[in-house]
Structures are given as structure tokens and as C-alpha cells.
């Protein structure tokens, strides 16, 4: 008798076992796939958002690089401007001053 009552047990410790495996199969493993997929998708998600910050950056970089050239470019040209209307200035003063002495046509009175 006890030995039936050791048999019975064992079969159902095996039973409980193989239920135990069966439900994790059944239920566990597709729960910590479904973590592993979630946990993936957002690594994937933040690498290709850093890839996109950083490509924005660099396009940012880019033109206030752009912004700057074009900056320097007008002003250069500004102050060409400026001193060409100076030496203008300057000039149209010294012709109202009589600066320059009359020409000569070479023929003597």
C-alpha cells in the first residue's frame, strides 16, 4: 500500500511538473517574447531619434555656418560701399575747392 500511495504521488508531481512547463510555455514565454519585442522596438526607436538629433545638429551647424558666411559677405560689401561713397565725398570736395589746377590746351596767349 504505501508503495501505490508513493506511485500515486510521483505521477502527480510528474503531472504538476509537466502542467507547470506547459502553462510557462503556454503563457510566459509569449508575455517575455512580447517584453523582449517591446524592449527592442523602443532601443530602435531612441537609436534612430538620436540619429536624427544628431543629423539636425548638424544641419543646424551647417547653417548658422551658412548665416554667418552671408553675414560677413554683406558686410564686406557695406563697407565697400561706405568707403566708396567716402573717396566720393572726398573727391566732390577737393572739385568744389578748386583743388586741381585748370588743364592747359597747350596753346600759349
Not at 13 to 26: H, S
Not at 33 to 44: D, E, M, P, Q, S
Not at 90 to 106: H, I, K, L
Amino acid at each position: 500500500m504505501p508503495l501505490a500511495i508513493a506511485l500515486i504521488f510521483c505521477v502527480v508531481l510528474f503531472a504538476v511538473l509537466l502542467v507547470g512547463i506547459a502553462w510557462a510555455l503556454a503563457v510566459l514565454v509569449p508575455f517575455y517574447t512580447y517584453v523582449g519585442l517591446a524592449i527592442y522596438l523602443v532601443w530602435r526607436s531612441a537609436r534612430r531619434q538620436a540619429g536624427v538629433e544628431a543629423a539636425v545638429a548638424r544641419d543646424a551647424e551647417r547653417q548658422r555656418s551658412f548665416n554667418d558666411r552671408e553675414m560677413r559677405a554683406w558686410n564686406a560689401v557695406n563697407e565697400k560701399g561706405q568707403l566708396m561713397a567716402k573717396h566720393e565725398r572726398a573727391r566732390g570736395q577737393s572739385d568744389e575747392a578748386g583743388g586741381d589746377p585748370p588743364q592747359s590746351t597747350g596753346s600759349t596767349p
